[in-house]
């Protein structure tokens, strides 16, 4: 199994236009005001996107007076705001990095979809995996687990300079080293952001933009494109924004060249940032001040139910495979009523009818490197066109996801309760409001929830929790928990249940002594 880590930076798209204004965030700190500032639009969007990977500048841009095809018409130096040298090397069965490799820090989090995740801190440079009996470089980081170890993990595909590094997957989960420390050195990696004149075509001026930094082999740099940008043209000049310059572009005669002139229209982005450290100080500084911690699930909530476990009833008899350990009547986390109709973006014309009623579902995911994402979203019946005529009975669940709320079909579960965040179905569906009035009582009614014995081996106990609606069965959570001498206990916040186990049977007693943590941090989801 692969676990996908996937790093956590506040960044404008590296494509983005240079002559468009970064969209405001809300007000407040000094990054904000920068971006509400008059100048903001100057050349701003390849700053954030350069200080969202950790770079800064390390001197003033370069401006060549002209430029034909590919001649660079403006080179601005970059550095890392964070580089090391390991102290040691590291090493797993697949990968490893060597002593004195020069390295940069980077911060992870556990899957793409979480609205909240546990962070994970690693340090990426050039070092070597396997392939088959050979070693080949590649940028491999070196990621903190909070077991006080190291695991050491790749880009997916193998894809991208170690400077670069966006995800992580891990050839083994279980492979450990000690951590190596890193010391702190002045910048020694050369970085550029390279803009050239193309060509001229329709009244436009295209200009090719590419991040230049050190590659896998030191003799051969990394080049990363970037995407191009066309600029319009005023008889034959155009103008181009960067960092609070601007560049007036004058094609000659025969549109095969350019001659450059420049200004300076607004002091540099880190310039205004100086009390902060510059962009991407400022950066990472406000996303690690936004961590708030480890992740904390809501005790008592197993995706859509609230357990009660006072309210558990405990069988009086051994039970074998299949048979109910404990049960009881428990309600919905959170239900509600839509307010109004809600016409969603996608195909079909889909639609939340006014009326539809909704169930709140929360889900947290622990990776086996020790990160953990947690996953909150509504679930209601979503009206759409089909080959069958309209249909109002499409279960969706909808989540928060950059500024707006994300759909998708839910891969398990019943209409009355969703079991799972994952999907097995593309869906594009996507609505900026999502007007759910919370209701004081559970519309859905209540639910007949019992704990399974599913199996039991020589070392192990486990158990399902299911509930049960309508005579339609829905499995919430599978729990797996160590035998020790003939006992296995499944923790409930405030309880515990005890089981012993004597040969292929299992007698269970609950007891109000938990210590505060509870199934979901140790079961799995569907």
């Known amino acids: 199994m692969r676990l996908l880590l996937t790093l956590l930076v506040f960044s404008a798209p590296a494509g983005a236009s240079a002559q468009e204004p970064a969209p405001p ?39 060549s007076e ?15 705001v964070e580089e090391g040298r390991l102290d040691a090397a590291i090493a797993t069965p697949d990968h490893r990095l060597a002593a004195e490799t020069l390295v940069t820090r980077r911060r992870f989090a556990a899957g793409i979809r979480a609205e909240q995740s546990d962070q994970l801190e690693a340090w990426c440079g050039v070092g070597e995996t396997r392939r088959g009996s050979r070693w080949s470089p590649a940028a491999v980081c070196m990621v903190h687990t909070p077991d006080g170890q190291a695991n050491l993990g790749v880009p997916p595909y193998g894809i991208g300079p170690w400077w670069l590094v966006s995800s992580l997957t891990f050839s083994n989960m279980d492979h450990r080293a000690p951590r190596v420390s890193v010391t702190p050195v002045e910048p020694v990696s050369e970085f ?26 030191e003799r051969r740099p990394a080049e990363i494109p970037l995407r191009t940008l066309d600029a319009p043209m005023e008889g034959r ?26 200004r300076r229209i607004a002091p540099s982005v880190d310039q205004r940032l100086a009390a902060e450290g510059g962009l991407a100080h400022a950066l990472r500084e406000r996303a690690e001040g936004e961590d ?34 404990a049960s009881g009547d428990m309600l919905h986390v959170r239900t509600g009523r839509v307010s109004r109709e809600v016409a969603l973006e996608g195909s079909m014309n889909p639609l939340i009818r006014a009326g539809a009623i909704a169930h709140q579902v929360e ?36 989540r928060r996801r950059r500024g707006r709320y994300e759909g998708i079909w839910p891969a398990a579960g019943r209409n009355w309760l969703t079991t799972t965040d994952r999907t097995l179905t593309p869906l594009s569906r996507y609505t900026a409001d999502l007007p759910v009035e919370e209701s004081e009582t559970d519309l859905i009614g209540a639910m007949h929830v019992r704990f399974e014995l599913h199996r039991i081996t020589p070392s192990s106990v486990v158990v399902r929790v299911v509930a049960r609606h309508d005579e339609e069965d829905a499995v919430i959570l599978t729990v797996s928990r ?20 004597s040969a292929d049977q299992a007698t269970a007693t609950l007891s109000a002594d938990g210590d505060g943590s509870g199934l979901t941090e140790v079961g799995l989801y569907p």
């Open 25 to 63: 965030s809300a007000p407040g700190g000094a990054i904000e005001a920068l971006l509400d500032s008059s100048v903001a639009p100057a050349g701003l969007s390849e700053r954030l996107s350069t200080a969202a990977i950790g770079l800064e500048p390390a001197g003033e841009p370069r401006i």
């Open 66 to 80: 002209a430029g034909r095809r590919d001649e660079p018409l403006l080179v601005a130096p970059l550095r890392l």
């Open 192 to 217: 550029s952001y390279v803009v050239s004149f193309i060509r001229v075509r329709n009244g436009e001026m295209r200009l090719s933009r590419r991040l230049i930094g050190p590659g896998l082999d």
């Open 237 to 262: 000049t155009a103008v181009y924004h960067y960092d609070g310059l601007e560049l007036t572009l004058t094609a000659n005669r025969y549109l095969d060249a350019v001659t450059t002139t420049s």
């Open 292 to 325: 708030e911690g480890p992740v904390q699930p809501t005790p008592g909530v197993i995706g859509g139910v609230r357990l009660r476990p006072e309210a558990l009833v405990v069988s009086s008899v051994p039970v074998a495979q299949g048979g109910a350990l």
């Open 363 to 398: 889900v947290l995911r622990t990776s086996p490197i020790g990160a953990r994402s947690l996953s909150t979203f509504w679930c209601l019946p979503v009206s759409a066109l089909t080959v069958f005529g309209r249909q109002d009975d499409q279960q969706t669940c909808f």
């Open 482 to 501: 160590p035998l020790e001498n003939g006992v296995a206990v499944l923790p409930l916040w405030t309880h515990r249940l005890v089981l012993n186990i």
